[in-house]
């Protein structure tokens, strides 16, 4: 007998409690943001509404069917079932945090802030919950990125990955594509960017402004990555030859580390990172798996 959906309602600590447990009450963190020129009504009025929300979102979740809950520091102990369907409260960045732990649930994002969220992948009010469960409705097929080390370490990442230092300081390594023939480059810099089209409204996009635009940035559901390299550095033992370009499905970058120790992190969460010493080889390209994101 097949078991009944599970809807995963997945939020995270908001501003204002992590005030109040950090300084121990509301008034001692009212006095807190005071002394800083903020106002602690304007944080509790973004608690009281994201907290409403996820009230609200519960509260649409069919009666035969089971419910979970999950804070974003949990995340990596939560064990997501086939039949899960994600709903994710809060900002856009939360469907980046979650998605990696996924093998294919459907993910409803709810804006819980309309306005001050962009709304890329939180798409939906709280309203809108109980038809979008109940519907079969479609879903956006989002691209991911991923690396792999030569010993088996493995990162999968929405937006984008990072490879370089702890402290984002000088990263040496050598850098090459898959078809160049075993044409490697050395480089120093403050570390590589490989990005997806999700990426593209974030981090990947600041980059991609400074270098002028010229390549196109891909959209999410493409297939393709772009990446850059950050500030490399010319010099008589390390070249800037290979700082831009694109991955499609077949191709990855391959970064072999010449550093005592570099990481590689996604989505900006660098206590979840894969970590390499010298002579290490990580690839970075297209990964198979997607994020099916509820439209």
Same mark, same amino acid.
């Given at each position: 007998m097949s078991l009944a959906p599970r809807a995963v309602l997945v939020h995270r600590t908001t501003e204002y409690e992590e005030l109040v447990a950090r300084h121990g009450t509301h008034g001692q963190a009212a006095f807190f943001l005071a002394s800083r020129g903020r106002d602690i009504e304007?944080?509790?009025?973004?608690?009281?509404? @994201?907290?409403?929300?996820? @009230?609200?979102?519960?509260?649409?979740?069919?009666?035969?069917?089971?419910?979970?809950?999950?804070?974003?520091?949990? =995340?990596?102990?939560?064990?997501?079932?086939?039949?899960d369907v994600v709903v994710v409260v809060g900002q856009d960045g939360?469907?980046?945090?979650?998605?990696?732990?996924?093998?294919?649930?459907?993910?409803?994002?709810?804006? *819980?802030?309309?306005? /001050?969220?962009?709304?890329? =992948?939180?798409?939906?009010?709280?309203?809108?919950?109980?038809?979008?469960?109940s519907a079969g409705t479609g879903c956006d097929e989002l691209t991911m990125v991923e690396a792999v080390a030569d010993d088996t370490q493995r990162l999968v990442a929405l937006n984008e990955i990072y490879l370089g230092t702890?402290?984002?300081?000088? @990263?040496?390594?050598?850098?090459?594509?898959?078809?160049?023939?075993?044409?490697a480059e050395a480089q120093a810099s403050s570390g590589v960017l490989v990005g997806t089209g999700t990426g593209a409204t974030?981090?990947?996009?600041?980059?991609?402004?400074?270098?002028?635009? /010229?390549?196109?940035?891909?959209s999410p559901t493409e297939d393709r990555l772009v990446w850059f390299v950050r500030e490399a550095w010319p010099s008589?033992? *390390?070249?800037?030859?290979?700082?831009?370009?694109?991955?499609?499905?077949?191709?990855?970058?391959?970064? *072999?580390?010449?550093s005592d120790r570099l990481i590689a992190f996604g989505d900006g969460i660098e206590t979840d990172s894969l970590q390499l010493t010298w002579g290490q080889t990580v690839r970075v390209g297209v990964c198979e798996q997607r994020l099916r994101l509820v439209d």
């Open positions: 304007e944080v509790a009025e973004r608690h009281r509404r @994201a907290r409403h929300a996820l @009230a609200e979102v519960a509260s649409a979740v069919p009666l035969t069917w089971r419910r979970a809950q999950v804070e974003r520091g949990d =995340l990596d102990r939560f064990l997501f079932a086939p039949e939360l469907v980046a945090n979650v998605a990696k732990y996924l093998t294919g649930q459907p993910v409803v994002g709810i804006d *819980t802030d309309p306005g /001050r969220n962009p709304g890329v =992948l939180v798409r939906h009010r709280p309203r809108d919950t109980a038809k979008l469960l702890p402290g984002h300081q000088t @990263a040496r390594y050598r850098l090459g594509l898959d078809g160049d023939g075993g044409v974030g981090w990947l996009r600041s980059v991609w402004q400074e270098r002028g635009g /010229r390549l196109a940035l891909p008589p033992a *390390t070249g800037t030859s290979l700082v831009a370009g694109e991955l499609g499905t077949v191709a990855a970058l391959t970064v *072999t580390v010449e």
